[in-house]
């Protein structure tokens, strides 16, 4: 079973910063948070993953809680290509193979 | 990252019949996965495809079913055997990350499968 929740969906104004919520309380110490996005009609795409600092890279930037039980992932400005569902995933590392949950379908709105 | 052709892209298919699904990686990889989609549903992993050994199936898919090959490092396939309307579902193939390339997961475009 997936260790994360996440809101169902989510609506953002198009320039606006979407902020994503993934609750994973019972994350263990050497677990990595992942996302992956799944655009209408393709494959799952990385996004990021982090441990326990903050993360950015071109796509997004990752903030971890310190007690590890929850992380945001933020997309700065977004636009309508970002409308997709955002899958938040827990592994001890990028080999182990990937359990989705529900994820979020995020709608960004012109 | 390495580049994922699924073959087909799309299919419709007469109940109780099977379909393979081919998966070719344009790189050596050492992990490939099989997931189903379906429709307005998130990924459920089937199995992990190994390389020279038979493939460890998820908990409610079994061999007989969803039976997958792996010949050698860059080509697997499933085959969905004897097919119902319920099978009807995307496929994907995925091909796993790996710590010592520092590489992240990632998936092809995945087979559309109609059943009726």
């Known amino acids: 079973d997936a260790k994360t929740t996440q809101p169902t969906s989510m609506d953002c104004a198009e320039g606006r910063a979407a902020n994503l919520p993934c609750n994973h309380s019972?994350?263990?110490?050497?677990?990595?948070v992942y996302w992956y996005r799944q655009i209408h009609s393709q494959g799952p795409q990385y996004i990021i993953h982090g441990l326990k600092n903050n993360e950015t890279n071109e796509m997004a930037s990752l903030i971890i809680t310190e007690d590890r039980k929850s992380s945001t992932l933020i997309l700065p400005h977004a636009t309508l290509r970002d409308t997709a569902v955002y899958y938040c995933?827990?592994?001890?590392?990028?080999?182990?193979?990937?359990?989705f949950g529900k994820g979020t379908r995020l709608h960004i709105l012109p | 990252s390495a580049v994922i052709s699924q073959k087909p892209s799309r299919d419709i298919c007469q109940r109780g019949t099977s379909l393979t699904i081919q998966c070719q990686v344009d790189s050596q990889v050492t992990m490939m996965f099989w997931y189903r989609q379906q429709p307005g549903q998130s990924l459920t992993l089937i199995a992990t495809?190994?390389?020279?050994?038979?493939?460890?199936?998820e908990s409610g898919f079994v061999i007989d079913k969803f039976p997958i090959s792996r010949p050698n490092l860059t080509f697997s396939t499933l085959t969905v055997s004897n097919m119902s309307p319920e099978d009807s579902s995307i496929y994907l193939c995925?091909?796993?990350?790996?710590?010592?390339?520092?590489?992240?997961?990632?998936f092809g475009q995945g087979t559309r499968l109609t059943v009726v």
């Open positions: 495809a190994n390389q020279g050994s038979e493939a460890t199936y």
């Open positions: 019972t994350i263990s110490g050497n677990e990595y």
């Open positions: 995933i827990v592994r001890a590392n990028r080999d182990d193979k990937i359990i």
């Open positions: 995925s091909v796993g990350g790996e710590t010592g390339r520092n590489t992240e997961a990632f």
